[in-house]
Nanobody, 127 residues
C-alpha cells in the first residue's frame, strides 16, 4: 500500500532551521506532484509548498517565501522541505501529500487535490 513517512520535525528556537523529509513507497513517485501542508492547534490545515512531478515548478505560501525551500529526488522517492529563519507562527504539524498529475509542471495548492497523506511530524518553534 501507499505510505508517506515524514521525519525531521522537532523543537527549535526562533531563527533556527529544520529539514523535513518525506519518503514515499507503494506508488510511482515521479507521477505525483508533492506538497507540504501544516495544521496548528485549533486552526485549519493550510498549504505550505508544492513541487511538480518534474521538480521544475514550485509554489509557496506567501508567509514562507524566501525562508522555505521544497525539493525532490525522484530516484530516492523523497521530497524535502528546508525551513530556515523559523518563527513561532510556523509551529504546527507538517504533512506531506502526493497528488497524481498528468502534467509534469502542474502543482496544486488545494489540499483536496491530493490523493495520499503522511501521518505528520510536529514542528515547534519557541520564541
Amino acid at each position: 500500500q501507499v505510505q508517506l513517512v515524514e521525519s525531521g520535525g522537532g523543537l527549535v528556537q526562533a531563527g533556527g532551521s529544520l529539514r523535513l523529509s518525506c519518503v514515499a513507497s507503494g506508488l510511482a513517485f515521479s507521477s505525483y506532484a508533492m506538497g507540504w501542508f501544516r495544521q496548528a492547534p485549533g486552526k485549519e490545515r493550510e498549504f505550505v509548498a508544492t513541487i511538480s512531478r518534474s521538480g521544475g515548478n514550485t509554489v509557496y505560501r506567501d508567509s514562507v517565501k524566501g525562508r522555505f525551500t521544497i525539493s525532490r529526488d525522484n530516484a530516492k522517492n523523497t521530497v524535502t522541505l528546508q525551513m530556515n529563519s523559523l518563527k513561532p507562527k510556523d509551529t504546527a504539524v507538517y504533512y506531506c501529500a502526493a497528488d497524481l498529475q498528468r502534467d509534469p509542471f502542474l502543482a496544486s495548492m488545494r489540499w483536496y487535490s491530493y490523493d495520499y497523506w503522511g501521518q505528520g511530524t510536529q514542528v515547534t518553534v519557541s520564541s
